[in-house]
């Protein structure tokens, strides 16, 4: 997609992810992801975006191994992690992509206590050599992420919400990756701690150099945490670009739409503003295929070639 070469982290080539439902003559297929790419440089949190069901989880799973990709190649620091690897090439995928889940109670078992849960991935990657350097790594990494040494042999459910999802960052965090996929990590939680957890990851992502795959649906969110942003629709990435730009100038009626349900604390404003309502019937693809086009400098929008003229036009920079 044109973007700086350098220090890429993860790139995502065409990556496909159908699943079939039904049976017999009623058998149907779900394109959840269908022929996306995107890179994300090291440093970088790239925010995926988009309304529930656009196929933002299902990405992160495919990337993490979760699913097996139907076509499409996904390259992990510049080596292709999506077909048939190795042993030790498991292992090393394992420790180098972690996932922070969206469901803090469903995502920790409630039969281990904190130790085991966020020591598990030091034992399967073999990363230490006895229980005293487990526990120690244990409660460093739970000093780091706000909770203290008196927690390791509890259990999930002596935790409220904002705990949990401390211990799945911490869990996420100990085996040292370069890469974390932050599956909407604040949406189940208060509005009072999201602040608190968002600031946490903004901080650990600068003193620890982490790479964040960030999936959200709320905007605002977004930008404030995201380096680089990419909107997806149906399972397609239908814009793309820097925070600042996205927000100030969309270009995709999709896009356009979503900025405009962004709420805005004043009663006024909300009484008289005009929401967008997007219609996907508007784009005409039977003759003109849509591919990504970089409309302006590190922006990217996904429209067929009367469409791209349209939105230049719109923007004045035609040609």
């Known amino acids: 997609m044109g973007r700086n070469e350098e220090n890429i982290v993860l790139e995502v080539r065409n990556l496909k992810q159908y699943f079939k439902s039904g049976f017999g003559k009623s058998k149907i297929v779900v394109k959840a992801v269908d022929d996306i790419s995107f890179k994300i440089r090291k440093g970088e949190t790239f925010g995926l975006v988009g309304e529930s ?25 510049g080596k292709l992690i999506s077909g048939k690897l190795s042993k030790e090439e498991r292992l090393e995928v394992t420790k180098g992509i972690q996932m922070i889940f969206q469901d803090p109670i469903a995502s920790l078992n409630p039969r281990m206590t904190v130790k085991e849960i966020v020591g598990e991935g030091l ?35 002596e935790f409220s919400g904002g705990q949990r999802q401390r211990i799945g960052i911490a869990r996420a965090l100990i085996s040292n990756p370069s890469l974390i996929i932050a599956d909407e ?16 990851l903004n901080r650990l992502k600068k003193s620890l150099g982490l790479t964040i795959l960030f999936i959200a649906h709320d905007l605002s969110v977004v930008k404030y945490f995201s380096d680089y942003v990419a909107v ?20 995709h009626p999709y896009t356009k739409a979503l900025i405009s349900a962004i709420p805005i604390p004043d009663p006024l404003f909300e009484k008289g503003r005009n929401y967008i309502t997007y219609d996907p019937l508007i784009h005409d693809y039977s003759k003109e295929k849509p591919e990504m086009h970089e ?8 429209a067929s070639e009367s469409e791209l003229k349209k939105y230049k036009e719109s923007i004045g920079c035609a040609k």
């Open 53 to 77: 069901g656009c196929g933002k989880t299902t990405t992160g799973r495919t990337i993490i191994r979760l699913y097996k990709p139907t076509s499409g190649e996904i390259y992990f620091n």
């Open 123 to 157: 034992i399967i990657n073999k990363l230490v050599k006895d229980d005293e350097e487990l526990t120690q790594k244990v409660v460093d990494i739970l000093k780091l992420v706000g909770l203290t040494e008196d927690h390791i042999n509890r259990y999930p459910h």
């Open 185 to 200: 990590p604040i949406s189940a939680l208060d509005v009072s701690i999201r602040a608190q957890i968002l600031n946490m």
């Open 232 to 251: 997806m629709y149906n399972g397609k990435i239908v814009e793309s670009g820097r925070p600042d730009e996205l927000f100030s100038n969309p270009i």
């Open 295 to 302: 409309i302006l400098p590190d922006h990217f929008v996904y």
